[in-house]
């Protein structure tokens, strides 16, 4: 049974940054993919980003990419999700959900996510 914990999550100014933490804790995350969606305010949850088992695949969605870095710790079973330049649009709960298998695969939110945190919210403001 895994269990999964966001952290990190906070006001920042536009610009700025953050960098949200998700622990595994019960099994081993290692042969898993894991992602992360945003439920921005009022709209439906949505795809962020996506990390393979050996962080060698890492998928982005097309409003974060080149802002939002992914990356995972195996040995510390933790993933994590560097967020820069944020903006107001960015402010959302971000989940982290551990995938299924080992491969990213389809972005869609009720495709292959297993397991899901209780998220961190991220405001981003003046």
């Known amino acids: 049974q895994f269990h999964l914990e966001e952290t990190g999550g906070d006001w920042v100014q536009p610009g700025g940054s953050l960098s949200l933490s998700c622990e595994i804790s019960?099994?081993?995350?290692?042969?898993?993919?894991v992602s992360w969606f945003r439920r921005r305010p009022g709209r439906r949850l949505a795809f962020v980003s996506c990390?393979?088992?050996?962080?060698?695949?890492?998928q982005y969605a097309e409003r974060v990419k080149d802002r939002f870095t992914i990356s995972r710790d195996n040995a510390k079973n933790m993933v994590y999700l560097q967020m820069n330049n944020l903006q107001p649009e960015d402010t959302a709960v971000y989940y982290c959900?551990?995938?299924?298998?080992?491969?990213?695969?389809?972005?869609?939110?009720?495709?292959?996510?297993?397991?899901w945190g209780q998220g961190t919210q991220v405001t981003v403001s003046l």
């Open positions: 959900a551990r995938k299924r298998y080992s491969m990213c695969g389809p972005t869609d939110v009720d495709v292959d996510n297993d397991d």
């Open positions: 019960g099994r081993s995350v290692r042969e898993y993919a």
């Open positions: 990390i393979s088992d050996s962080s060698l695949t890492k």
